[in-house]
């Protein structure tokens, strides 16, 4: 026990030294499709008298999508093309007394309704459903055929206590098995009595659950189950207090636990009870990071075809409940294998009389967690009892999380696995995020890139159920707003093969024969893809089409050029966007240099002032994976001579000849020139002058601290951006700064100065005289130095503050400054 301890404060020590640096690249989504963008078009289901749609189920054949909402249970279908339509609808409310009884209860009215929380399918002819029924749970079956509540033959209605929680806002986990239906929830008002149990077994399948005494579960919040066949045994997966670091307070862990389907309970020790029930701890951690502790979402990705069930892998969204990882959300990927492999290792023992844990080694009795111990004798179920908690902890293996976004809350994931073009296999990962963007991550060679995000809900919410259907192609969100059905791809939203390889989605690649971006499903011939790398020049080579689709309507050509009239004098703004936040993107003079004296870029804009050397052509360039694509060309022409501004007088001593400024001085600051007339603010809508002034006079700045334009001709936005244009101003908190510092240190000094003469006053009454004498000097002398008869210091006490301050107000003086 006391090494367990001495290893865990060891662990803790490394935590906390090495929390702070953090190794990891932040990952930004590719593209950003906001909401009802036109780009990535989704489908949302409301109904105007139904809310909270959060719980969905899938049929097994993917057809029809079951919602669990409030007040009623819903049947939808889905078509391939994503859109979903209501066949039928349950109306399932509390009655009048329930809801009465509820708000009696001091229960925000609002919460009073009739949440459904469970939704299941029994067997081929019925369902199965429970909701909280305004804080008193029940349930009913659902006849599949009709869509409508059965009661059961006796005409009693089905008790929903610890099947379904009471209080909505409580988070619970059900899966049926061969008829029966395994809940994890809460089974009380308060949610203090967590249970994991058995209900509708028959015959001598009986009901089982947790056995009533302390110590099975800690707190837990449940998230999540799965059942794997071939071990016969469900997995919960939730998080709880980590009692076994019983130095620490309040630690929470996350956990894997199983219970056998064959079990029985004990015959007389544990009867109906589980006697198959362990837990192990969960353990997401990057390295010299703090563990990700906190499950916030699970889903099971069954084995490829033909791959053993050993493979099958649980993908976590961790948070972490330190605020040096606040904020933080890391994806962990844990195999079957290694959850089998601790549950098969030794145990940590449970002392029911303390309840406290330890890791000594007994004789062991029985081997915890094994299937079929129903029958075992009471001394063994004695040990089971006792012997519940892995020793070890399940890892995610060496690599750690799969993904950590250090800017994104995820809550909910699910994963699939996708084919590529040349059939290798990726994992796919759609992860929402609590502020309600759904983001679609492929994972390749341990490190994940975002192909995008899109926006799927309006508010910020904490969504119950993110569902994907293979076959459908689509994730399925189920919040208060709706059920959203999103397509898993749009590959003709890229129109080019040099987009459509940059996007790295596995789903898409370029046709070559139709000249499309297309799903490699439909693709029969040659694929370009590369989604390892999104090496365009290597997978379009051969294709003529690299050039990306311009800003018009053109999407095999070039760029269309835009040509841009403009007086001369007048100051220019070009501007360039890219839809990837991957590219780098950088402005070229088409047979020209742009040198930063004259050219100022800002948020990839180009601004520059109209003058007989600056007309000409200008492209703005994206470049990504070493790929670089002119994104629009500027053809920049003098307008039509205009009466109003004869330009060509003023401009020669305007603008001086470039060598010959000295980029100290503010000669160019006070040489740019006056805003243009309204006439040409008006077809130049992004243009603002009175801003580019002083634009004008950070660009200079930024030359004085020896940024030259690169031989190219291009201005690197990166350089740029590094913060030198600052200077100045860095420069001025730069001297504030100091002498702050320096009124502190003197500040200091004096205190502490005033602090020794406060302290050769002795600071316990009772040993004011001693001290004092032992010291430099008596309390008379001290006092005749300060003019003071030894009674009057005598009467000051050493604890008065005020004395101290009105001292050192006497001293003020005497401080070399
Ligand atoms: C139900 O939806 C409303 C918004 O429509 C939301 O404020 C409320 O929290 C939801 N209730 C539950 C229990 O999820
Ligand atoms: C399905 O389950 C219900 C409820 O337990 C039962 O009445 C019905 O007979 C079952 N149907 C089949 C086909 O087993
Ligand atoms: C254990 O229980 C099974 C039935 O579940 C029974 O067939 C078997 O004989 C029992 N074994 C022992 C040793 O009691």
Not at 56 to 82: C, N, P, Q, Y
């Amino acid at each position: 026990m006391v090494s367990t301890q001495a290893r865990l404060l060891a662990v803790i020590l490394v935590f906390i030294s090495s929390s702070s640096s953090s190794s990891h690249a932040q990952i930004i989504p590719r593209v950003t499709f906001p909401l009802d963008s036109p780009g990535r078009p989704f489908t949302i289901f409301s109904l105007p008298d139904v809310s909270n749609t959060t719980t969905l189920l899938l049929s097994a054949d993917e057809e029809t999508l079951f919602v669990g909402a409030r007040d009623a249970i819903l049947s939808l279908s889905i078509s391939k093309s994503g859109s979903l339509q209501l066949n039928k609808k349950i109306d399932w409310s509390p009655t009048e007394s329930n809801v009465k009884e509820c708000s009696m209860k001091g229960t925000d009215k609002a919460d009073c309704w009739n949440f459904v929380r469970v939704l299941q399918v029994l067997n081929s002819t019925h369902m199965f459903a429970c909701g909280t029924f305004a804080f008193s749970p029940l349930c009913s079956y659902i006849s599949s055929e009709t869509f409508s509540l059965v009661t059961n033959p006796s005409g009693k209605p089905e008790e929903g206590r610890g099947r379904c929680p009471y209080n909505p806002y409580h988070k619970n986990t059900a899966i049926t098995v061969d008829g029966e239906l395994y809940t994890a929830t809460v089974a009380d008002y308060r949610g203090n009595h967590p249970v994991i149990s058995r209900h509708l077994s028959e015959g001598d399948h009986v009901d089982m659950k947790l056995d009533d005494t302390q110590g099975w579960l800690e707190e837990p919040t449940f998230i999540s189950s799965t059942h794997i066949q071939s071990e016969g045994k469900v997995y919960f997966f939730f998080s709880e207090l980590g009692r076994e670091y019983e130095f620490i307070e309040k630690f929470t862990v996350s956990r894997v636990a199983q219970v056998c389907t064959s079990d029985v309970g004990g015959q007389r020790t544990l009867q109906r009870r589980w006697t198959t029930f362990t837990k192990a701890q969960l353990l997401c951690k990057a390295n010299g990071e703090l563990p990700y502790n906190v499950l916030q979402d699970m889903t099971t990705l069954r084995p490829a075809e033909g791959d053993s069930d050993d493979n099958t892998l649980f993908y976590g969204i961790f948070s972490s409940q330190w605020s040096g990882n606040s904020g933080r959300s890391a994806v962990c990927v844990f195999n079957l294998k290694t959850v089998k492999a601790a549950f098969a290792g030794s145990y940590k023992q449970l002392n029911r009389d303390t309840l406290k844990w330890s890791s000594r080694r007994q004789e062991k009795i029985a081997n915890p967690g094994e299937c079929g111990l129903h029958n075992a004798s009471d001394t063994a179920l004695r040990f089971i009892k006792e012997n519940f908690l892995a020793d070890q902890s399940v890892s995610p293996g060496s690599q750690g999380p799969a993904l950590v976004s250090s800017d994104r809350r995820y809550s909910n994931i699910a994963a699939q696995r996708v084919e590529g073009a040349g059939g290798q296999k990726y994992t796919v990962l759609y992860l929402l995020t609590e502020s309600g963007f759904l983001h679609k991550a492929v994972l390749v060679e341990g490190r994940a890139h975002i192909i995008e995000e899109i926006q799927v809900l309006r508010q910020p919410q904490r969504v119950r159920s993110l569902l994907l259907s293979v076959s459908q192609g689509a994730v399925l969100v189920g919040s208060s707003e709706g059920v959203a059905s999103v397509p898993v791809s749009s590959c003709s939203h890229y129109r080019t093969c040099a987009e459509c390889v940059l996007a790295r989605d596995p789903f898409c690649a370029w046709d070559s024969t139709h000249q499309v971006c297309a799903l490699v499903s439909s693709i029969k011939d040659q694929a370009g893809q590369d989604v390892e790398g999104g090496n365009v020049s290597k997978v379009c080579s051969s294709f003529t089409t690299l050039l990306p689709r311009g800003r018009s309507i053109a999407t095999n050509a070039s760029p269309s050029v835009q040509h841009v009239p403009v007086s001369l004098d007048e100051v220019v703004h070009l501007c360039c966007t890219s839809e990837s936040q991957l590219a780098r993107l950088h402005w070229e003079r088409l047979g020209g240099e742009l040198s930063s004296i004259i050219y100022f870029e800002k948020d990839l804009n180009l601004s520059f002032l109209a003058t007989p050397r600056t007309l000409g052509r200008y492209a703005c360039k994206a470049t990504e994976n070493d790929f670089t694509q002119t994104l629009g060309v500027y053809d920049v022409v003098q307008k039509e001579v205009s009466t109003l501004q004869p330009p060509s007088t003023s401009t020669p001593t305007r603008i001086p000849e470039i060598p010959e400024i000295d980029p100290t001085t503010p000669a160019m600051v006070e040489e740019t020139p006056e805003a243009p007339d309204d006439e040409e603010e008006e077809k130049q809508p992004e243009m603002n002058p009175e801003k580019t002034t002083p634009r004008m006079s950070v660009t200079k700045v930024m030359l004085g601290s020896g940024h030259d334009a690169p031989a190219d001709g291009s201005i690197n936005m990166l350089q740029r951006d590094n913060g030198v244009s600052y200077l100045k101003e860095l420069v001025a908190v730069s001297v504030l700064l100091a002498m702050c510092i320096c009124a502190l240190v003197l500040l200091a000094a004096y205190i502490l100065r005033l602090s020794f003469h406060s302290r050769t006053a002795p600071h316990l009454p009772w040993l004011r005289r001693d001290t004092a004498t032992t010291e430099g000097g008596t309390d008379q002398e001290r006092a005749s130095l300060k003019g003071e008869s030894p009674q009057q210091e005598k009467q000051k006490s050493p604890f008065d503050s005020k004395s101290m301050s009105n001292g050192s107000n006497g001293h003020l003086p005497n401080i070399p400054i």
